[in-house]
């Protein structure tokens, strides 16, 4: 199987005869054994099966071997939301008193969990717009730097992350790229052919797309060579006293990134994705090829509208000519990016509150990137802590809205759009 469509519907299960032949939701916390020995192996690492689904459970397998497939890695696997993808990741590679570096243009939440959450366990970050120069990205490293992180296109600024020119300033200092590529999707960009070391999902989005199962996805490329760093990574290439001394580069190779997340990170903190969940996730992913092309067809024709409306004052959306990230799309995403465009009306806050008002299909809600076309209005939600000035400095301007193109029929998207505006 070599194409992105066919692994959406058919990768990481292929059952044997006789067995189910959709992934069976296997809805039990624990495994039975025959002996005490064998179990006792498992614990020890020493052998591979299930016993808790606390640290791994088969259905969530099958669905996180999927994902790894359709993003070109060699192991993933699923957690309860995004936002714990996010932070396994990092905290797998960091503890207190290390630092990594991150772009400025990053959702808001994994923006609070970097600059608060992980801040309070004594983890630094550095935040550096995408846009710098490589002067200015180089200047961001220290000495004790771990990781580098940004948004192939960022929720909810969307900007274009330069993964190439990312991986290769990241490398030169000798610590993994690590890319959230939720808006993209791996129908549209896979960021580990571009140098990605590690790549997060939250598979809430476009991956589950019907807007029913919260989850996330961690998938390790398997490229990294922690054992050239080893006191960069002492938690990878030292031995594990948890697991009398295993060390996890030596023992798990290439998946030694994801072995060491299940076993110290699930097992100590426990964020799985329930099988149920895992079940509801697949059925996503096995029309996500479908899927995204429309939800890129209908965005476009919805910011070309947008952009010759006299109402509107500007328009972002990686797909106009007129975006300054038009080139970068072009050359990360050639078949089209995702689905969410942002506009400001004119006559600011005001104006976009009562677009808003007036909209009548697409609803509004805290939530992109699923079948439903959605729209928020950031400064009086999301962002509402913020002063006008401040929303400004966050790339989140006070008459931005934020529409998550669905796939109905662009005439309808279209439609109600005209009218709302037209209301103002
Ligand atoms: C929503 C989102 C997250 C957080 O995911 P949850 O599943 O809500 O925890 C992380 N990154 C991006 C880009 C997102 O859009």
Redesign the pocket.
Known sequence: MSEVSTKCVQAGYSPKTGEPRVIPIIQSTTFKYDSGEEMGKLFDLEAEGYFYSRLQNPTNDYVAAKIAQLEGGVSAMLTA???AA?FYTIFNLCSCGDHVVSSTAI?G??YNLFAVTMKRMGIEFTFVDPDCSDEELHAAFRENTKAVFG?TIA?PALKVLDIERFARVAHSHGVPLIV?N??ATPINCRPIEWGADIVVH?T??YMDGHATV???AIVDSGNFDWSKYPDKFPGLTTPDESYHGVVYTERFGRAAFITKATTQLMRDLGAMQSPHNAFLLNLGLESLHVRMPRHCENAQAVAEYLEAHEKVAWVNYSGLRSSRYYELAKKYMPNGTCGVVSFGVRGGRAAAEKFMRNLKLAAIVTH?ADVRTCVLHPASTTHRQMNDRELEAAGVPADMIRLSVGIEDKKDIIADIEQALAAI
């Open positions: 939301s995004g936002q996010t959702y939440g994994t948004e929720n959230d939720t808006f939250s809430t989005k919260l989850g996330g992109v």
